[in-house]
């Protein structure tokens, strides 16, 4: 089965700054890979997504990129504020079976802090 | 519009005892899934159901079962819990044109 591995597991940035987490997969067969935020005693949310048919996707100060031939991809967050320091997933499937459903294999996760 | 609501939020339980947690979503998605998240390990995903009337073993389904009622409906089952069980429990359901999750609140279970 696919195999996903995430790090760091903690990422300590200055408010305004750059963090970049990183993600690699073992199935080359994935072909989808979204990013979610966890904050403290919430859900899971969806904070952006990308196919295997796109190399890059941005969403104002976020963005993902994803390299198929490493098998890995990554999500960058610029000019961070406060309100980011939460627990980030990343997860990758194998999707476009009609009525297959989407079986998300996640990351252990990186604990973002951002610092004043 | 809910979303996906799960119930219990919290619950504590003896070994052995067990317990349905329970799962609806208003969204008509056609796709539901349990998880468990454990400190350190992520996301694990324990049943899915593809659509109505199928479900699915993920990677830790040991000591778990499963019913999906109807197409809302996914509920998850603990016959005879043990302490290995505790855990945060997440219910999600996505819907095949965009495949994106819609998580539940959660269901803390200890198992004492």
């Known amino acids: 089965g696919e195999n996903v591995e995430q790090h760091p597991s903690t990422l300590s940035v200055q408010e305004g700054d750059s963090a970049v987490i990183k993600c690699t997969y073992s199935d080359s067969a994935s072909n989808y890979f979204p990013w979610y935020k966890q904050e403290l005693g919430k859900r899971p949310q969806l904070i952006i997504d990308i196919r295997s048919n796109v190399g890059e996707k941005k969403d104002q100060r976020i963005a993902v990129t994803l390299n198929k031939t490493a098998k890995h991809f990554s999500l960058h967050i610029t000019e961070t504020q406060p309100e980011d320091s939460a627990v980030y997933f990343c997860?990758?499937?194998?999707?476009?079976?009609?009525?297959?459903?989407?079986?998300?294999?996640f990351g252990t996760g990186t604990q973002l802090k951002v610092e004043l | 519009n809910a979303g996906v609501t799960q119930t219990p939020k919290f619950q504590v339980l003896k070994t052995g005892q067990s317990m349905t947690l329970q799962c609806a979503q208003d969204m008509n998605h056609n796709s539901m899934y349990w998880y468990r998240q454990d400190p350190g390990m992520g996301l694990r995903l324990i049943y899915y159901?593809?659509?109505?009337?199928?479900?699915d073993k993920g990677e830790v389904p040991n000591g778990y079962n499963v019913s999906r009622l109807n197409k809302r409906e996914f509920s998850l089952r603990l016959e005879s819990a043990a302490p290995s069980q505790t855990s945060v429990y997440f219910c999600a359901s996505s819907v095949d044109r965009d495949y994106g999750y819609t998580f539940g609140s959660g269901t803390r279970l200890t198992v004492v």
């Open positions: 997860a990758a499937s194998r999707v476009g079976i009609t009525g297959g459903g989407n079986k998300l294999t």
């Open positions: 159901s593809a659509s109505e009337g199928t479900t």
